[in-house]
């Protein structure tokens, strides 16, 4: 069987959307393997908070770039194609489908299109940025990234501060914008992508939220974030339903506070993940029910 017989289901759409429950019935359904498009849930320090599978869900099906990365280590958007990449090739070996799930929009980016090049960077530069970010926080890298390349700040993940650093050396380092290295070249791959993204009505999702926080808090949130005080400046840390956390445990709002701001947080970073997806051309958009419909209808080799 010639890989290009191959196929990869992708599930996107926005967070707390059901992407998990819907690859696990796709993966049942085609006997294959899962691998994870969410760039936290790769690391394995991380676990309420990121919303990442539960023991059970693990057992039901394999997933791939689960647990996979400490938080400790510089895992990328290059380095997550390599990986998907790899995952895909073994799970090939036995089935026909590969089903990724995740809302990580680079990463999808990275693992259907491929990724431009960008310059190398003295370690001097990068070091200097770094230490900045840790003593002057997210603010500051927000504030630099905006006055130094404006142009890629209109478009950029502004709560993601890995991708901020990165522009923010680019810039320092060559003068030029982040987006100048942006040439959009698409790698073609040796297997079919389909691409289905969840969408749901905001007050449903938002609802989907809300609930999903309040139970992270009933399954140990807080004492999960705890546990990682001492490493609160990471770049993995910068996430949602951690920071918050971080400053509630430092006395700087009261946990009430601090769970509301998760709340809203995570609805606008689901704001910007459909922002982003709805770019990306080429995806079918429903509800899980509807997608599942669409599976039944297209794919006939199943």
Not at 193 to 202: A, D, E, F, V, Y
Request: proline share 3%; glycine share 6%; aromatic share 8%.
């Amino acid at each position: 069987m010639s890989k290009k017989q191959h196929t990869v289901i992708i599930i996107t759409g926005p967070t707390a959307s059901g992407k998990t429950a819907l690859a696990i019935q796709l993966a049942q359904r085609f006997n294959t393997e899962i691998i994870s498009a969410d760039s936290r849930q790769c690391y394995k320090e991380l676990n309420i908070g990121v919303a990442k599978p539960s023991a059970k869900e693990l057992q039901l099906v394999k997933h791939h770039f689960i647990s996979s990365h400490s938080i400790h280590d510089n895992v990328t958007a290059q380095v997550f194609e390599t990986y998907a990449l790899n995952a895909v090739d073994k799970i090939f070996q036995k089935s026909r489908v590969a089903v990724m799930a995740g809302g990580t929009g680079l990463y999808v980016k990275a693992f259907c299109e491929g990724l431009d090049e960008m310059p190398a960077i003295d370690p001097i530069v990068r070091s200097k940025i770094q230490n900045a970010y840790e003593i002057k926080g997210l603010s500051w890298l927000q504030h630099e990234v905006q006055s130094q390349d404006p142009l890629f700040w209109s478009q950029a993940e502004q709560q993601n501060p890995q991708r901020l650093m990165r522009a923010l050396e680019v810039k320092l380092a060559t003068g030029k914008s982040f987006t100048d290295f942006r040439r959009g070249n698409k790698k073609d791959r040796d297997f079919n992508i389909i691409t289905l993204g969840i969408q749901l009505p905001k007050d449903v999702l938002y609802s989907y939220i809300n609930t999903r926080t309040d139970q992270m808090l009933k399954e140990g949130l807080i004492d999960e974030v705890a546990s990682l005080l001492s490493w609160q400046n990471v770049n993995a840390l910068q996430t949602v339903g951690y920071k918050e956390i971080f400053a509630a445990l430092k006395n700087e709002m009261p946990v009430s506070g601090a769970v509301e701001k998760i709340k809203q947080n995570t609805r606008h970073y689901a704001k910007r993940q459909l922002t982003w997806f709805r770019k990306m051309d080429g995806i079918i958009w429903g509800n899980s029910d509807e997608l599942l419909s669409w599976i039944d209808e297209n794919l006939a080799f199943q």
